[in-house]
């Protein structure tokens, strides 16, 4: 476990710009006024109609560890602006020196169904301090949450199969290979080749072997004795290397030596041609031959839209191998998660609520001490309220649509719900349990089956409702009024 991650901890983990706002803070006196900001995505990744939520536990990792170290404050000390002159004067790197995490961070669990506008981490504590963490949180959730989704997705369309994750030869770095073995974990998968984060992080590790090892030999069938004779235990050979069929038979008769010695083929892997036809070939002569518990493993560029055509067309195919399209999120690399400052703790204690206005309404933020609620029905998740902390309200809860006051929605006694934001941190100091990582991918897995099954299909998925509580959404209209007006 020493691969370096370069950056454990470090509060270098940031855009300068976020130290140079810092430094104004602290020069303009503001820098321990309380503040709060939420981070949130505008728009679901793929197309789709739900995000998981990712990335807690690497956040609190980080900021467990949060600090700057001599070294980082020497390399700050050498940074000059247009002048030459030193960028931050020693004052503030010496406050920068004794900075220690003191904020309250409240956050949605992981593996959690999360939605557009929805804060997923709230930061309440010194402006310096929450401005400071901006891009690591950013960089952190945006990916695992984004790998958890696609994961989440694949799992969709093979609800049954075992699912491997066999991405970290094309990962964005090591460091995007080792998270995202986690994250497809969590979303849905069985089982990782990554034996770094197998261990790292619990996950079981499972494989076959590749090409080379046939071509390393005389003959496909003298490479599979081999094999079989070293590991007969886990026996899942590559049939594509020469001619798929044939090595299927090949695969055979190394089955049969393996029966005679009480061991068992466990499964062929097919890696290229069609596999829809190779595998109804491929279980044919497998079946014919005896050989009807095993498997038939399917790897080669795969998604969850291949997969599902392949399922579509009578594809034999019981275990996929998922790598660079599951890890890089290849048709979408990013998601666009956000941090927004929402309001800042006035002289009298009471809250200065902050928004940022945009031409796109979509693009404007919402003030607030914010918080989710969930409100179900008979299980099942009918809508979302993000609600101002501070409000009070009497009877029935009033939600209205974020950009169309026209449609309302009423909550009474007959709906059920929780408050997605849970404490994580109070004062800088952890006050949650983290759950481990088999718990967080069963909630996850319960969470997909609590939802109305049209907001998980792929094309045109039913929109999900989010709105805002009535007096946040009075708050929001009267802080745009205002805006818009010049004060
Ligand atoms: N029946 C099928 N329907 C839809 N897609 C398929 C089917 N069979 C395979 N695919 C997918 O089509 C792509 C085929 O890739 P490609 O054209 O590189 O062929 P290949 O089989 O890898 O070729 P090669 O023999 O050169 O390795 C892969 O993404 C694979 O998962
Ligand atoms: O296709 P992915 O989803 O990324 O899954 C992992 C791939 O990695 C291996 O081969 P590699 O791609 O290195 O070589 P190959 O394409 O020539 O088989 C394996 O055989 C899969 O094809
Ligand atoms: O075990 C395998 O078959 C495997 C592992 C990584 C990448 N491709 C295949
Ligand atoms: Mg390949």
């Given at each position: 476990m020493t691969l370096d991650n370069h950056y454990s901890g470090s509060a270098l983990l940031t855009d300068l710009y976020q130290l140079t706002m810092a430094y104004g803070y602290w020069k303009s006196g503001k820098g321990e006024e309380q503040a709060v900001f939420n981070l949130y995505f505008r728009k679901h990744p793929f197309q789709g109609g739900f995000t998981i939520s990712c990335g807690l536990e690497s956040v609190v990792h980080y900021l467990e560890n949060y600090s700057f170290s001599e070294s980082d404050i020497a390399y700050l000390a050498s940074l000059t602006g247009a002048d030459g002159?030193?960028?931050?004067?020693s004052g503030f790197l010496e406050y920068l020196r004794e900075l220690k995490f003191s904020c309250d961070l409240d956050a949605i669990p992981e593996g959690t169904l999360v939605f557009p506008d929805e804060p997923l981490i709230r930061v309440t504590g010194p402006v310096i301090q929450c401005q400071l963490l901006e891009t690591a949180l950013l960089n952190i959730v945006n990916f695992e949450s984004l790998i958890a989704t696609k994961a989440a997705r694949i799992r969709l369309v093979a609800p049954e199969d075992t699912l491997l994750e066999f991405g970290l030869r094309r990962a964005q770095g090591p460091d995007g290979g080792i998270t995202a073995s986690r994250a497809a974990y969590i979303g849905?998968?069985?089982?990782?080749?990554n034996v770094f984060a197998g261990r790292k992080f619990n996950i079981p590790v499972k494989g076959t072997h590749a090409h080379s090892w046939v071509m390393s030999f005389p003959s496909e069938k003298e490479a599979f004795e081999a094999y079989a004779a070293h590991m007969p235990n886990n026996v899942i050979l590559l049939?594509?290397?020469?001619d798929t069929l044939k090595g299927v038979k090949n695969a055979i008769e190394v089955g049969r030596e393996l029966k005679k010695n009480?061991?068992?083929?466990?499964g062929v892997r097919l890696d290229s041609g069609d596999l829809a036809y190779l595998s109804i070939e491929s279980r044919k002569l497998l079946d014919d031959n005896g050989f009807t518990d095993t498997s038939i493993v399917a790897s080669n560029d795969l998604d969850e839209y291949i997969i599902k055509s392949l399922k579509e067309q009578?594809?034999?195919?019981?275990a996929w191998g998922v790598g660079t399209r599951l890890v890089t999120a290849y048709?979408?690399?990013?998601?666009g998660g956000v941090y927004k400052l929402s309001a800042l703790k006035k002289s009298d204690g009471t809250w200065d609520y902050k928004l940022k206005l945009s031409e796109q309404m979509v693009k404007v933020s919402t003030p607030g001490v914010l918080q989710v609620r969930r409100f179900s029905k008979n299980g099942v998740f009918v809508a979302d309220m993000i609600f101002n902390q501070e409000d009070e309200w009497e009877g029935e809860t009033r939600m209205i649509h974020p950009y169309d006051f026209t449609k309302q929605q009423s909550f009474g006694p007959g709906y059920s719900f929780e408050d997605l934001l849970v404490p994580i941190f109070r004062n800088g100091g952890l006050v949650a349990e983290l759950p481990g990582i088999t718990d967080i991918k069963e909630r996850a897995a319960r969470q997909l089956k609590s939802i109305?099954?049209?907001?998980?299909?792929?094309?045109n998925p039913h929109t999900y409702h989010v709105g805002l509580e009535k007096h946040l959404f009075d708050l929001k209209t009267r802080l745009i009024m205002e805006k818009r007006a010049g004060k």
């Open positions: 002159q030193p960028l931050f004067e849905g998968f069985d089982g990782t080749s049939v594509d290397t020469y009480n061991h068992r083929l466990l009578g594809a034999r195919i019981d048709d979408q690399p990013a998601l109305y099954e049209g907001t998980l299909r792929f094309t």
